[in-house]
């Protein structure tokens, strides 16, 4: 087990806690520029959007994760920005001045969107994100000048100061956008504004009592959380090369809000474990439905009993039936509320402190205390 | 010198008056409690006055300025602080964060020069903590600095809310009941804090308590409230044998 003596207050403060932590990120760093070497370029375009998922990741985070505001309409911010990004590409804007605009773009849709965030609290809440979200896509739908409708909108590989970029490269812009995100949302979470977002996300009361501005703050993380997206979305339309109305659909949102919650809310970490399950969930899912078949089916027939060949076809087709897939996101999100809280960020904390003081473990280092009436009167 | 005021207090929740012509001053440096039985309206009052609450009728004034319009964000700026009768604590933040949030009216920082975590803003950050830190040792909460809330036991998040209330730098502390929930070991610490914080930082403290011990112990003055309506002023143990508070406790 590793103890940590802070000698300094600086230590708190800093982006990482020692140097310890500093050598594990610069692997990783190393790990990340070096991946697209090892890869051939299908595998290096999926991490791709593993990173720019790990963006939206972010973005949704700074709202459900640490300011408690539970959005279901955040696919319609990602299609705002692809489309902004995709509509001034077209119209011959340079590729930086058209990212900045689309992001000022979505900051300020959030900002709008963000206004009712400043009455209604919980479902309703939420409830009007969707509204939100539905609308903008009949807009996308109607606004054909624009978006081109359901002709689409194709988008090109991007063209940076006349430099085109490869698909392999590609992946290196993505990583440069993820890592500007994590660093400034870092320095958000580490200052005053970060510290509100908590506080208002755990007690409103108590915030609003120790000088926290709610609308301000709550506005404040709602444009920056569009922001983001609106990053993301201008990433994502290069990867997805053809814009089309009904991709920002509210599976979509679902997925991002699956993503923060099943990656571990109130964790940057958890958005990259997070945009990674995301990613890889459909194709598992589809391998499955090959694979469960043909592996059960050859079963069959070296061992000559029919039953199991069936059983395998059923599986197989029931896997195959349309909206199987949106059950089983709904399952694992259930199941990752009721058994892990804290997602897949909280697992490998356990884990790590597993090994680090085997075999000291003790399952009750994690158990929490019960917790204490909270009285609901001035919610 | 009167620091703060309360004059002809009023506040309707639809048919109940919570609280009916609340008239009391709480003087620089002393410990001022109220008590009352359940549903007085105690807690009311210091919702109205951290201006959770709009009052019906009457003023509040703070230091010589009448804050009954200021919203309720500004009022730790002014040097108001409070804690909760029912924990109202960031629980899944650390305790240091619990307590840095604190120094949130002290905030400079705009937020792009937080984005870019500018020099000013690491220094600024410094500083809370230097701030926060004091605190910290002054309610010996040193073992506990990096603990979840969530992970502490029932007495050491009350002593926390302490703590985040007094991070705030006030000149008024409002306990709301500071010593429910506590054992007896844990009410004597309190009453001692009550005390360096009036006598060592020089803090006047407005109190609502039920534990009539603790009230002796510390409050030089006490107010009883019944149904929202003041029914005695004076010295603990004068209020104590007063003959309406009696019979208010005893349900006459
Ligand atoms: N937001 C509210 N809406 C409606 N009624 C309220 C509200 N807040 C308080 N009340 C009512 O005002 C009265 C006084 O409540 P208050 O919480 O101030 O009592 P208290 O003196 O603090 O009691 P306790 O000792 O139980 O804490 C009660 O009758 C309560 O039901
Ligand atoms: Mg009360």
């Not at chain 1, 590409?89 to 689309?102: D, E, Q």
């Amino acid at each position: 087990m590793r103890f940590l003596f802070k000698t300094s207050y600086n230590q708190d403060v800093g982006l990482f806690r020692d140097k310890v932590d500093l050598f594990w990120y610069s692997l990783l760093g190393v790990a990340a520029l070096g991946l697209p070497l090892l890869m051939s370029t299908y595998y290096v375009t999926e991490i791709s959007l593993v990173l720019i998922y790990a963006i939206c990741g972010i973005s949704l985070m700074v709202l459900v994760g640490y300011t408690g505001l539970v959005s279901l309409g955040h696919a319609a911010f990602l299609g705002i920005g692809a489309y902004a990004h995709g509509y001034f590409l077209k119209i011959g804007i340079p590729w930086i001045p058209s990212v900045a605009m689309a992001v000022v773009i979505t900051t300020a849709c959030g900002l709008i969107v963000g206004l009712p965030a400043l009455r209604m609290t919980g479902i309703y809440l939420t409830i009007a994100t969707l509204a939100f979200a539905l609308i903008i896509q009949e807009v996308f739908n109607h606004w054909t000048a624009v978006t081109q409708g359901f002709d689409g909108l194709p988008v090109a590989m991007p063209v940076i100061f006349g430099i085109s970029v490869s698909k392999a490269n590609f992946y290196y812009l993505c990583l440069f956008f993820l890592v500007l995100s994590l660093w400034l949302t870092r320095n958000l979470l580490r200052s005053p504004t970060g510290r509100a977002w908590v506080a208002i996300r755990d007690s409103e009361i108590a915030a609003q009592s120790m000088g926290v501005h709610l609308a301000i703050y709550k506005s404040i993380a709602f444009a920056y959380s569009a922001g983001l997206m609106g990053l993301a979305g201008a990433l994502y339309a290069h990867k997805i090369s053809h814009l089309a109305p009904d991709i920002f659909n509210i599976l979509l949102s679902i997925n991002f809000l699956l993503l923060v919650i099943v990656g571990g809310l109130g964790s940057l970490h958890g958005t990259i474990f997070g945009a990674i399950f995301v990613v890889l969930l459909p194709p598992i899912i589809s391998i499955l439905r090959d694979e469960i078949p043909a592996s059960l089916g050859a079963a069959a027939t070296s061992t000559g009993i029919a039953a199991i060949g069936a059983i395998g076809k059923a599986i197989g087709g029931f896997l195959a039936k349309p909206g199987v897939e949106a059950g089983i996101l709904g399952l694992i999100l259930v199941l990752v509320i009721l058994l892990e809280p804290l997602g897949i960020y909280g697992r490998w904390v356990k884990i790590r402190v597993f090994f680090s003081t085997f075999p000291m473990y003790k399952r009750a280092t994690f158990k929490r205390q019960k917790s204490y009436m909270k009285s609901e009167r001035l919610r | 010198m009167s620091l703060f005021q309360a004059d002809n207090l009023s506040i309707n929740f639809g048919g109940i008056k919570a609280v009916d012509g609340v008239t009391f001053d709480v003087a620089k440096g002393e410990v001022f409690t109220i008590i009352g039985p359940n549903g007085a309206g105690k807690t009311t009052i210091f919702n109205l006055v951290s201006r959770i609450y709009e009052p019906s009728g009457g003023r509040l004034v703070f230091d010589g300025n009448d804050i009954t319009q200021v919203p309720p964000h500004k009022i730790a700026a002014l040097g108001i602080a409070r804690t909760f009768q029912n924990i109202e604590l960031f629980e899944h933040a650390t305790l240091l964060q619990n307590l840095l949030l604190a120094r949130h009216a002290h905030k400079t920082s705009g937020f792009f020069s937080e984005l870019l975590f500018l020099p000013s803003v690491r220094r600024k950050e410094l500083e809370h903590r230097e701030a926060v830190e004091k605190v910290i040792e002054f309610l010996d909460l040193q073992q506990y600095r990096d603990s979840f809330i969530v992970n502490l036991p029932y007495g050491v998040r009350k002593v926390t809310e302490l703590a985040r209330a007094l991070c705030t730098n006030p000149k008024l502390l409002l306990l709301d009941e500071p010593s429910s929930g506590l054992n007896v070991e844990e009410t004597e610490d309190m009453a001692f804090w009550i005390q360096d914080i009036k006598n060592l930082l020089g803090i006047t403290v407005l109190m609502v308590e039920h534990d009539m011990k603790l009230v002796s112990a510390v409050s030089d003055r006490v107010l009883a409230l019944n149904y929202g309506r003041p029914i005695a002023t004076g010295t603990p143990s004068e209020v104590q044998s007063h003959p309406d508070v009696v019979r208010a406790y005893l349900g006459g």
